[in-house]
């Protein structure tokens, strides 16, 4: 049977992640939620006994939903004081802060802060350049073996679509960030790891990032762990679905054009059909 | 059949040359049409205009998306931020291939309840069967493209499939991948195809609209047209039945897209792919759930894989496995029941294939695929023989079926 086995191994799931608290039965009857939820699986010494849950509302769910630019300006001062040591944001270019109302000339100032890689010079060298706002935000590494080695061998992921990319979605890094925990009795933490609640299997590499006034906002408001992890939260859901709400708002007006044009086909079709009987 | 008087005398001058208007008014306006199609008869038109939204959506998208294994993720990224409208366009195509899904079962299950692949119309249902099989091989080949966890890990798990097969198994996997393993060059063939595929099952469909006006469509009572008063001209009565259900489609699909628009999809396919890291949990589609359960409910690989092949080809001979000569489920009791039921054995199959292999999924999935077999290849031969359908009506209007004089085609 080393065909099956082996095919096993493709198909079947790892015992630890398989049970999993289901969001809605309908969700599952089409397999829409399959992933895994952060706390899920079999109970081990580690599962945390009581995990602290965070359903938080967000501005940019619902059917008018929209980002808290405010908010999410200053996730993005959060992200480039704290996540951008170690976390790239690959697709989030300098630009790209117009959306959250950033005038232009702030743009050019936040982008000029930073440095990247010019072209080839005529003598073929590759120089570093003030950025411009044009620029994607500049990676922390080089590429993942840089960032593997000064991370004890854990790649910390790209961010920009980490909201869309975790089964709890926009729940996601709110609850990873305010997951850090004493770990439970008999649950061995290795060296140089944490204990997360909400994260799977409940051991990270990545040490607590936000402690209070880890940055300064400019906006002078108080920067707390909770206020930052709130905006470092917005942020992320904004770089990860950027035309959420031109998404929202076209979509709320095609429906109501659906809406109207499909009663009146319906009362053409009961004339056409009138005739008939 | 006589041809039409044309006033206008450009349409006249075209339509002596190529007779066109002609055509037009012979399938659309003459054709003669069951007057009792329900709203379940919406589903074919419908299924041919997703088609389109899937052709037209698919070739904007191949303009701005990259082929290569370093750039498709990000091609795809470029489309949803930088691409003008590039994000609405690529979940109308995304959506709609779940879509598409939803509209062909509908379709194929009304077929199941109504008989609609009984003679004379067993080409017919065979034909749709080939559309269902291109559009599976379509659906998977497109998952692949924007090479996430789940387009790689997908990939490779079905592509796998075909080493169980003896000897030349692995071969055929080599031959797929165009290497040793999911590579750049199965990236490129899959977009190749993917994108071939669909004209293909254009061509399919025209076969299969040109199978469906041999005889006309099925309706509710499952009985022949008798006579004239038993049709309606398609159009203007089956337009606009039909735009008026577009509508009601338009309008689902426009919701989910604005609204969410990856519930159907995957989050792991966020994660671009790499083949160093196994996704904890690797799921199809939803619309390959049900399959998928039966590949998995079968112990021995190359025994689930022909299974899985099975459960399709059985579908091509169903014509002959139904022994029955009443079309309609309404006049067949014990059918009907059996419908439902198997209807539920499908739904169950999916739910399996979205759980993990392990107690009590793998028993449920083996019970579930069991019935399913069973229910074509036991269930329906001996209804065929022993079941006692309810009295037929004379004709689909009433009445005898010699009212007035017979349509100009009877069936049979």
């Keep these: 049977m080393g065909t099956q086995s082996r095919f096993q191994h493709l198909l079947a799931v790892p015992a630890l992640v398989a049970k999993r608290t289901v969001q809605a039965g309908a969700a599952l009857l089409i397999g829409t939620s399959i992933a895994l939820a952060a706390g899920g699986g079999e109970p081990t010494v580690c599962t945390p006994k009581d995990v602290p849950h965070n359903d938080r509302h967000w501005g940019f769910q619902g059917v008018f939903g929209h980002y808290d630019k405010k908010a999410a300006f200053r996730g993005f001062e959060v992200f480039r004081g704290t996540c951008a040591a170690c976390h790239s944001l690959k697709y989030f270019t300098f630009r790209n802060l117009a959306d959250l109302d950033v005038p232009e000339d702030a743009i050019k100032g936040i982008a000029a802060e930073y440095e990247v890689m010019a072209e080839p010079n005529d003598d073929g060298e590759v120089l570093p350049r003030t950025a411009i706002p044009s620029d994607y935000f500049p990676s922390p590494f080089a590429n993942e073996k840089a960032a593997a080695s000064v991370n004890g061998g854990a790649v910390p992921p790209d961010l920009s679509l980490m909201v869309k990319a975790r089964a709890s979605f926009e729940n996601h890094v709110p609850n990873i960030l305010d997951g850090y925990m004493d770990a439970p ?37 108080k920067a707390t762990k909770e206020q930052m992890i709130k905006d470092v939260s917005e942020f992320l859901a904004y770089v990860a679905e950027p035309k959420l709400e031109e998404r929202k708002s076209m979509g709320f007006k095609i429906v109501i054009f659906l809406l109207i044009l499909t009663v009146l086909l319906y009362l053409t079709k009961k004339q056409v059909w009138r005739k008939l009987h | 059949m006589s041809n039409p008087e ?17 055509m037009m008014h012979h399938e659309l306006h003459e054709y003669p049409t069951p007057k009792n199609l329900n709203y379940w008869w919406n589903f074919g038109s419908l299924a041919g205009i997703v088609l389109g939204i899937m052709i037209v959506s698919g ?59 009984k003679a004379p119309r067993e080409i017919l249902w065979i034909l749709g069967v080939v ?25 490779t798990v079905i592509t796998n499939l075909f080493s169980a097969l003896p000897i030349i198994g692995e071969y055929i996997v080599t031959w797929l991948w165009g290497g040793f393993g999911v590579d750049n060059p199965t990236l490129n063939r ?16 025209i076969l299969h609209l040109a199978a469906l006006h041999q005889h006309g469509s099925n309706n509710p009572l499952g009985i022949d047209i008798k006579k004239k008063g038993d049709t309606i001209p398609f159009h203007p009565y089956y337009t606009i039945k039909d735009l008026f259900g577009l509508g009601v489609f338009l309008t689902i699909f426009v919701a989910v897209i604005a609204y969410a628009p990856n519930y159907m999809g995957h989050p792991d396919n966020y994660i671009p792919a790499n083949p160093l890291v196994t996704p904890s949990h690797i799921v199809p589609e939803w619309y390959f759930l049900p399959f998928y359960a039966i590949l998995r409910a079968v112990p021995d690989k190359l025994f689930g894989v022909l299974a899985m092949f099975a459960a399709i080809a059985v579908l091509f001979v169903l014509p002959w496995l139904d022994r029955s000569p009443i079309r309609s489920a309404k006049f067949r009791p014990v059918y009907f029941i059996f419908f439902w039921v198997f209807l539920a054995d499908c739904i169950l199959l999916g739910y399996c294939g979205a759980m993990p292999a392990e107690p009590p999924w793998v028993l449920i999935s083996q019970l579930a695929t069991a019935y399913y077999f069973a229910h074509f290849l036991v269930i329906l031969p001996i209804l065929g023989l022993y079941e006692r359908p309810v009295d037929l009506p004379l004709s689909i209007s009433g009445g005898s079926p010699d009212d007035d004089a017979p349509a100009a085609q009877a069936a049979e």
Aim: glycine content about 8%; charged content about 15%; aromatic content about 20%.
């Design chain 2, 59 to 117: 070739i904007v998208l191949a303009m701005n998306y990259t082929a290569h294994i370093d750039y498709a993720f990000d091609s795809v990224e470029r489309i949803m931020r930088d691409v003008n409208f590039g994000w609405l366009i690529r979940y109308i195509h995304m959506n709609g291939a779940s879509f598409f899904f939803i509209v062909v079962y509908i379709h194929m299950f009304r077929g199941l309840y109504y008989g609609s692949y």
């Design chain 2, 190 to 205: 899959f977009f190749s195809l993917h994108y071939l595929l669909p004209f293909a099952i254009a061509g399919v469909v």
């Design chain 1, 185 to 221: 009795e008999g649950c061995e933490v290795p060296e140089g790891k944490y204990y997360n609640a909400h994260y799977p299997g409940y051991i990270i590499s990545m040490a607590p990032p936000l402690a209070d006034d880890a940055i300064e906002y400019k906006d002078g408001t």
């Design chain 2, 131 to 155: 559309i269902m099989l291109l559009m599976m091989a379509t659906a998977f080949m497109g998952y692949v493209l924007p090479w996430g966890q789940m387009s790689f890990w997908g990939a």
């Design chain 2, 6 to 22: 044309f006033s206008n005398p450009i349409v006249k001058w075209v339509d002596y040359r190529l007779p066109i208007f002609s």
